[in-house]
């Protein structure tokens, strides 16, 4: 099954590494060639038109790119290009002069002329080995159908001898199996190496992160106050009224004791049941805000008590070498509790899994299920919610929810953990 998996996986990269580097530079040259000539013809006038048309073209392939490394090899690539000011409209000279005032327009122009020879390079070395190998594996079946037709086989594994003959097959096997694991690692360099020219550059990166830090500084505040307001509303019109009507049952019961003991007492009882329910609701807040088990045991102990208390099966696999901080974990948890909470209610699935590990910095998390798909960031306020909250600490939420299912929420969140380790585990509930 591994081997299988392997092969697959091995295979699927070669493929798309290939498949990238190989139709790519074509494309590529053509683009730049397009782009050089627009640009140049500015000098006649028509490259106000034809520079910033070709440059959308340009933009539109490297977003092919972004999206390919984004979605086979997990490397996310902003587009960094500046905003364009309004009414810079095509043909307008405020349209040309904000292309090529933009560093990534040239940097575009560099990737499309670097990007070609490089794809090549990374896009053949994976179908090479992978022929190389196999041609090596099959020297002796190939050899003995040939029925003793000599020695000799092929120019790439020369074969002398019988101890030859004996030899390649298993080296051509290593080969194969070495170019199986360079696959995922070719399609990986690609992608970084689209980044580092596709990607906004350090200064640009800063300034995007400034603006972005404004906002969800803005938003941080925003949601603060909200929360603050709804639990100052919960108490309000919960416990506290509870409370107020526990104080007057006790103070009529006092009027009562002596004269009418009986209707005291039944005042009192009546206390005693508002008491119960302050309680409760006051628990339902305490919950609301930092869930008890999860300040207790962690994101472990709390996902898994999360998960007996829905109606659906779901297995619960976390993998931790340490706690994050209570902000962070108090984030992950409401995280998977209101996906979890969506699959109940819109997923219509048998069951759902959540998957929680840490590694590269970040806390990795999971959550899927087996039902009907079609979760959108933009359908409700639960999931922008959750986007808005991981966002205050640098992290991101991925939605994958074709119609049909499966749903699967991939969501990201940069921290340290701090030892002790929990003992990783898995359950169902
Ligand atoms: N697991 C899921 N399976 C199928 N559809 C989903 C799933 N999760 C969310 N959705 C769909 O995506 C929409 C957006 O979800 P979101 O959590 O933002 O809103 P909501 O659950 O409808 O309302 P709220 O969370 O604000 O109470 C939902 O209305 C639902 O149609
Ligand atoms: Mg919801």
């Given amino acids: 099954m591994r081997v299988k998996a392997f092969v697959r996986a091995g295979l699927t990269a070669i493929g798309r590494v290939a498949l990238l580097g190989l139709l790519s530079p074509p494309v590529k040259l053509a683009l730049f060639i397009l782009s050089v000539v627009s640009l140049v013809s500015t000098v006649a006038g028509v490259g106000l038109v034809l520079a910033p048309l070709v440059a959308m073209l340009v933009r539109a392939y490297a977003d092919v790119h972004r999206r390919a490394a984004r979605d086979w090899s997990w490397v996310e690539i902003p587009r960094p290009y500046r905003e364009l000011p309004a009414g810079a409209f095509l043909g307008n000279p405020r349209r040309w002069w904000w292309l090529v ?81 360079a696959g995922p690692w070719l399609l990986w360099a690609l992608a970084h190496f689209d980044r580092a ?155 759902a899994w959540v998957w929680l590990s840490h590694f590269g910095g970040a806390l990795a998390i999971i959550v899927g299920d087996d039902g009907t798909g079609g979760a959108t960031l933009s359908g409700g306020s639960g999931l922008a919610g959750v986007a808005r909250r991981l966002e205050a600490f640098d992290g991101s939420l991925r939605v994958d929810s074709p119609s049909g299912g499966p749903t699967v929420l991939t969501m990201e969140l940069p921290c340290v953990l701090s030892s002790p380790r929990t003992s990783p585990s898995s359950a169902t509930g």
């Fill in 101 to 181: 005032r933009d560093p990534a327009t040239w940097r575009d122009l560099l990737w499309l002329l670097a990007g070609a020879p490089a794809g090549l390079l990374l896009g053949i070395a994976g179908p090479v080995l992978l022929v190389y190998g196999l041609h090596g594996v099959l020297a002796m079946p190939v050899l003995i159908a040939a029925a003793g037709d000599s020695y000799g086989y092929g120019v790439t594994w020369p074969i002398e001898d019988t101890l030859d003959m004996l030899s390649v097959p298993p080296q051509g096997a290593l080969v194969t199996a070495g170019a199986l694991y």
């Fill in 197 to 351: 020219l596709l990607g906004p550059t350090r200064g640009a990166a800063l300034a995007r992160r400034v603006d972005r830090l404004t906002e969800t500084r803005t938003q941080v505040v925003d949601a603060q106050a909200a929360e603050l307001r709804r639990i100052e509303r919960d108490l309000h019109d919960g416990a506290q009224a509870r409370i107020v009507s526990l104080g007057m049952s006790l103070g009529m019961a006092e009027d009562l004791v002596t004269r009418d003991p009986a209707a005291a007492q039944a005042l009192i009882a009546e206390a005693r049941q508002a008491s119960g329910l302050a309680l409760a609701e006051l628990r339902h807040l305490v919950r609301g805000i930092h869930p008890p088990v999860l300040a207790e045991r962690g994101l472990d102990g709390g996902l898994r008590a999360l998960a007996l208390t829905l109606p659906i099966p779901v297995t619960v696999e976390v993998d931790l070498g340490g706690r994050p901080d209570a902000p962070v974990e108090s984030a992950a948890y409401f995280a998977v509790a209101e996906a979890l909470t969506n699959v109940v209610k819109h997923a219509h699935a048998s069951t």
